[in-house]
């Protein structure tokens, strides 16, 4: 793991992110615009990301191999929402906000943030691999756990199984096939879901600087709980992750990929989510543009310390 290329790599993303927030403040993107943009990213080109993880070079996992990844992944993703429950219950939030300061810490931007700095990483594409994986409890946890939080105290809250059947999530589970088939593709439709994969990182980027346009960069920062809730989804999670997981598996690659995950911002989804359950939206794009901000510092620090 080449830790100047993480550094170089998180400096270009941090000015793709700025260039994408600037172009929100100032209209040149208007929120139909973020919105369409962040459709195409996620079902198209992350999409091909994840297909792509299992296209590359070579990805060679044993039946054993596969089922610790797949432990793996459950249980990080798990012990955040644990861990994230454990620190909100003592903590003077109010009512309305509580769910949301759980929410802020318990998800992470896996696929915008992680898959990509995971991508620039290793050149082990099973690396990419396990993000996939990870996708499959991220959505099961969200539509469920998630949603059940955000609809907590109000009336006829309903789960809709179909929400959980993201894109992703679909594109996780025929990349999980690819990879136990291995059935013989044209080159042609290789090369297309290479050069998708090789758009995800600028877009992916873009995305979250834009989406986050909306919140004033000073008043993010101006709210003080807020950082606690960034400080345990950065620091406290993930590190805690990777002690535990070191339990579970001594492959390198799966234990720095499954940190990263741990350790990436909270997701911009929260914020779509609250809009949808009527919750404060303002609240979340905060503390997802605080946390989002203070990651590109926190992890380099974590792969250095850890890895």
Known sequence: MDFTALLNKMVVFLVLMVIGYLLARSGKLDRGAIKALSSLTLNVFLTGSILNSTLGASVELSWSEL????????????????????VTLPMPVDKEHKPLFELLMSMGNSMFVALPIVDALFPESRAVFYVSLSCLPFNVLLFTYGVWRLQSGRENARFRFRNILSVPLLAALAALILFLVKPPLPQAVKGLISTLAGATTPLSMLVIGASLGTVSLLDAFKNGKLYLASAVRLLLIPVLTWLVLRLLTDDPVLLMTSTIVAASPAAV?????????DRDAVYTAEGTLQSTALSMLTIPLLVWLLG
Do not use: D, E, K, P
Request: glycine share 6%; proline share 0%.
């Open 269 to 277: 989804i929260i914020t779509v989510m609250a809009n949808q359950y």
């Open 67 to 86: 089922g610790t990844s797949f432990l793996v992944v459950w249980v990080m993703q798990l012990l955040g929402y644990l861990i994230a429950w454990l």
